[in-house]
């Protein structure tokens, strides 16, 4: 039995659940998303509560009982409150700016990079943070990755982009080995 799909979602005020046989459709302050139902499982409304119960209890069906449950969960946390993640960008003479859709880094290479950001996706970028948001937990963390992958952190000096909550291990250089040996 898993324990994360036994438990109820509680709807918000101001969601509204559409439940068909392959989807649900959730519409809240935010916006509207649809969230696919794995084959199997039968999901009810009952008030203010969502339960997403396996129709039989094979295995197949009860592996994805946790991961159906919070795909939901997920979906209505995002059209009333929305995700976001930080992005922190390290290095003298490292710079970000928005310009309309498009966000242009100077990370020392001999170019600008431009990325152009997806539909549904809101950047905001204020002195040397990134800042990814939008309804979809997926889709911003993907996004967020993306632009993380442009430039890693290295070991070294921490030069790079970084999510804001992301500890980067120091490495002593060839110099302080030399001085210690």
Same mark, same amino acid.
């Given at each position: 039995? %898993? ?6 979602? *509680? ?8 439940i &068909?046989?392959?989807?649900?459709t959730?519409?809240?302050p ?7 139902? +794995? ?5 009810? @409304?009952? *008030?203010q509560r969502? &339960?997403?119960?396996? !129709?039989?209890?094979a295995d ?7 991961? @159906?449950?919070?795909l939901?969960a997920?979906?209505i946390?995002?059209?009333?409150t929305?995700? %976001?993640?930080?992005? =922190?960008?390290?290095?003298?003479? $490292?710079?970000v700016?928005? !310009?309309?859709?498009?966000? +242009? ?10 990325y152009?950001?997806?539909?549904g996706? =809101?950047?905001?970028?204020? @002195?040397s943070?990134?800042? +990814?948001?939008?309804?979809d937990? !997926?889709k911003?963390g993907?996004?967020?990755? %993306?632009?993380?992958?442009?430039k ?10 970084? $999510?804001?909550?992301?500890v980067?291990r120091r490495?002593?250089?060839k ?6 040996g």
């Amino acid at each position: 039995m %898993s324990r994360i799909g036994k438990l109820p979602i *509680e709807l918000p005020e101001g969601v509204a659940v559409k439940i &068909e046989p392959l989807f649900l459709t959730i519409n809240g302050p935010k916006g509207e998303l649809t969230c696919n139902v +794995v084959e199997g499982f039968k999901i009810e @409304q009952k *008030e203010q509560r969502i &339960e997403v119960t396996p !129709q039989s209890e094979a295995d197949s069906a009860v592996k994805f009982w946790g991961l @159906q449950r919070t795909l939901i969960a997920n979906a209505i946390i995002g059209v009333t409150t929305g995700f %976001s993640k930080t992005l =922190e960008v390290n290095g003298v003479g $490292y710079r970000v700016a928005l !310009q309309g859709n498009k966000l +242009v880094l100077n990370l020392g290479f001999s170019h600008p990079i431009e990325y152009i950001v997806p539909e549904g996706i =809101e950047l905001k970028v204020e @002195q040397s943070n990134i800042i +990814v948001s939008g309804i979809d937990k !997926q889709k911003v963390g993907a996004v967020a990755a %993306s632009i993380r992958e442009f430039k890693k952190p290295e070991p070294y000096k921490g030069k790079g982009i970084k $999510y804001s909550n992301e500890v980067i291990r120091r490495k002593a250089g060839k110099t302080a080995v030399k001085a210690a040996g």
